[in-house]
């Protein structure tokens, strides 16, 4: 258990609803990361918050995905009008750069789109 | 898109044998990260390798960076069953704040 806790663990659900994530930091750190996973793939980047500020965003992340993390602490993903492709691990990390680049990923969330 | 490309893509060894896997990445980079993932977790963080740094030890791991070749190793000595997981090189460079993942490379240690 790295200290980072993402919610619900897994979720399915039918094409064309909403989902959304959370995504709980270890407390102290002000980066936040999210990532996709497909199986057998690295992870690829999504988005990365600085504290409360959305720095940097894929390309792949298309109109239908939004984050936001409010007060700098805990980050929700959400995912509009769900495909099937969009069926995926979502990861979250977080870091603390002032002391180390190392990323402290939690468990993920596995979505399923039916 | 993703930077790295691990090499090989399975490696399956006998417990006690060393096991080696490369990364080769497109960019100049600030650092290089190795991440261990078993299977359906996670990723756990290994090591960390600067860009002016050629070679780190943790343990039974050792990691040499060549930025000349663009490319990256990590050895793991005496393997054991535990060390049966997916291995990623995450790739972070100037001007951007996300990491890029390799491919991976699936290392099974058979007991």
């Known amino acids: 258990d790295t200290g980072v806790s993402q919610n619900p663990r897994h979720k399915i659900t039918k094409r064309g609803q909403n989902v959304t994530f959370r995504c709980d930091p270890i407390s102290e750190h002000n980066r936040l990361y999210w990532y996709r996973q497909t199986l057998g793939q690295g992870p690829e980047f999504l988005t990365y918050?600085?504290?409360?500020?959305?720095?940097?965003k894929s390309r792949l992340l298309s109109d239908r995905f939004s984050a936001e993390r409010p007060k700098g602490s805990f980050s929700t993903l959400e995912i509009q009008r769900t495909e099937q492709g969009d069926s995926a691990m979502y990861l979250c990390?977080?870091?603390?750069?002032?002391?180390?680049?190392?990323?402290?990923f939690g468990p993920g969330t596995r979505l399923t789109v039916l | 898109s993703q930077q790295g490309e691990e090499d090989p893509q399975a490696l399956s060894i006998q417990e006690g044998e060393n096991a080696t896997m490369n990364c080769s990445y497109k960019t100049s980079i600030n650092n290089l990260q190795w991440y261990r993932q078993n299977s359906g977790r996670g990723l756990v963080h290994l090591i960390l390798i600067r860009s002016n740094e050629r070679e780190k030890h943790s343990g039974r791991l050792r990691v040499t960076l060549d930025t000349s070749k663009k490319s990256s190793s990590l050895l793991i000595t005496a393997s054991r069953a535990a060390d049966t997981a997916s291995y990623f090189c995450a790739t972070s460079t100037s001007g951007t704040y996300k990491y890029i993942f390799g491919t991976g490379t699936r290392l099974k240690v058979l007991a």
């Open positions: 918050f600085q504290n409360e500020a959305q720095l940097e």
């Open positions: 990390a977080s870091s603390r750069p002032r002391f180390t680049d190392t990323q402290y």
